[in-house]
Nanobody
Framework: QVQLVESGGGLVQAGGSLRVSCAAS????????VGWFRQAPGKEREYVGS????????YITDSVKGRFTISRDNDKNTVYLQMNSLKVEDTAVYYC???????????????WGKGTLVTVSP
């Protein structure tokens, strides 16, 4: 099975940018569609977006559309979430999740990383 590790989180000022990564080991990440989810303090987990196995198709949820993009480098076994024009309300733990058949926005996914914290200050 695949193991996922997120990295790249940190503290950034509102309006800034950050790129978080999801690195895979154990199996080629090219076999999996990957989704990004986030959970803010005291809130439910939220679907952010997803990318198919080849990287040819992505989906970004409306609340971050135009600011966030997802990409992947299968040679590096890594998926990226580029976050621009960050807002305080983007503060959350960001998780990646993988499934060979596709990403479910409800979060019912077999493989998860442990998350990386993104904090956006005013």
């Amino acid at each position: 099975q695949v193991q996922l590790v997120e990295s790249g989180g940190g503290l950034v000022q509102a309006g800034g940018s950050l790129r978080v990564s999801c690195a895979a080991s154990g199996r080629p990440l090219s076999r999996y569609a990957v989704g990004w989810f986030r959970q803010a303090p005291g809130k439910e987990r939220e679907y952010v977006g997803s990318i198919n196995r080849s990287g040819g198709a992505t989906y970004i949820t409306d609340s971050v559309k135009g600011r966030f993009t997802i990409s992947r480098d299968n040679d590096k076994n890594t998926v990226y979430l580029q976050m621009n024009s960050l807002k305080v309300e983007d503060t959350a733990v960001y998780y990646c999740a993988a499934d060979p058949t596709g990403v479910r926005p409800d979060g019912v996914m077999p493989y998860w990383g442990k998350g990386t914290l993104v904090t956006v200050s005013p």
